[in-house]
Every structure is written in structure tokens, then in C-alpha cells.
């Protein structure tokens, strides 16, 4: 079994409407849900619409990823230019706790240490090896993916309808989608 570790991603830009279907079933494949748990393909439609129709950004995440990355799921983002925050807690002995942030525009997904909330940190190794205007611009980079604000939107139009029944989700203060 592979090194693994509790992985969270959060998500955002317009999903054109026909590629819902394959949206969810990439987010099923995934395993992924809205509280640590993989989720069935109804809770995800769920959540997906709440988070489109909220305004937030659509938050995932699973306690058991191996090597801390959602790779189908990172690579079908950048392929249908969604931008995505993912990050993981490490593993003991292995990999740090690492955050990966990446927008259309990007060549590949930025990635550095975070903290145990995901927020970005600069290492020591970075401030030795880079010049001041390499440090300014990742710092922009980890600025934004810190803040996160990419509301996820399903493009208005033909929407397919809800899979199944309708779903209600619990979410304490708030939905699990929402900025931080």
C-alpha cells in the first residue's frame, strides 16, 4: 500500500453545463466527498450545485489519498481550466505538508510547504535559491492560493438535472464550500 494522507481540494472557475456528467464522474472516481469521506454521486451533485449556486468555491476532500494528490482530478482541472488550492497533511518520515495551486495561465501547478490548515509557507530552501523577484512572485502565487477567491459556477444554460433524489447536506456554520 502506498504512503497516504488526509488531502483536501478546493476548486474553482465556470464548468460548462455538458461536462457535469463527466465532472462528477471524476469526483466519484476520486473518491472524494464533502467531509473526509467519499462521497455517493448524488451527495456530489449536491454539493457541486450548492457550491455553484452559493457562490463559493466547491470544496472536497478524503482522509486516505495516496501520495497527498488528487492526480485524475488535478489534471482534468487543468484540462477544463478550473483552478484548484489541494492540500494534504504530509506523511510522517516521507513528504511535508504540501499545498499545489494552479489557474489557467499557469504552465504547472505551483507547490510549497503549508501549514497543518493549508495555509502557504516560504521554506528556507527557497529563500536561499531564488532571487527577490522569483520569492515576489511566488509569494503573489501562494498569496492567491491562500485567499482562494474562484467562485465555482456551472455555466448557466441547459444544467442536467439532479442525479437521483434530492440530497440535503449538513454543514454546521456553514457549507463546507465556503472561503475561509
Excluded at 473526509?36 to 452559493?54: N, Q
Excluded at 482522509?63 to 488535478?74: C, N, Y
Excluded at 483552478?83 to 505538508?97: E, F, K, M, N, P
Excluded at 502557504?120 to 523577484?133: A, F, N
Amino acid at each position: 500500500m502506498s504512503d497516504r494522507s488526509s488531502t483536501q481540494i478546493r476548486i474553482g472557475g465556470v464548468l460548462p453545463a455538458d461536462q457535469l456528467p463527466a465532472f462528477l464522474d471524476v469526483l466519484e472516481r476520486e473518491g472524494v466527498g464533502p467531509d473526509w469521506e467519499p462521497a455517493s454521486r448524488e451527495v456530489l451533485d449536491a454539493v457541486v450545485r450548492e457550491a455553484s449556486g452559493e457562490g463559493y468555491c466547491l470544496e472536497v476532500s478524503d482522509h486516505d489519498v495516496a501520495g497527498g494528490q488528487f492526480e485524475r482530478l488535478e489534471a482534468w482541472l487543468r484540462d477544463h481550466d478550473l483552478a484548484y488550492y489541494r492540500y494534504d497533511d504530509g506523511y510522517t518520515g516521507v513528504w511535508s505538508a504540501t499545498g499545489a495551486f494552479w489557474r489557467p495561465g499557469m504552465a504547472e501547478p505551483a507547490e510549497w510547504v503549508v501549514d497543518d490548515g493549508g495555509r502557504p509557507h516560504l521554506c528556507y530552501s527557497d529563500i536561499l535559491t531564488k532571487d527577490s523577484e522569483d520569492i515576489q512572485r511566488l509569494a503573489a502565487v501562494m498569496k492567491a492560493a491562500d485567499e482562494f477567491e474562484f467562485e465555482f459556477q456551472i455555466e448557466r444554460g441547459s444544467i442536467p438535472e439532479a442525479q437521483g433524489r434530492p440530497v440535503r447536506t449538513e454543514h454546521g456554520d456553514g457549507p463546507p464550500t465556503a472561503l475561509r
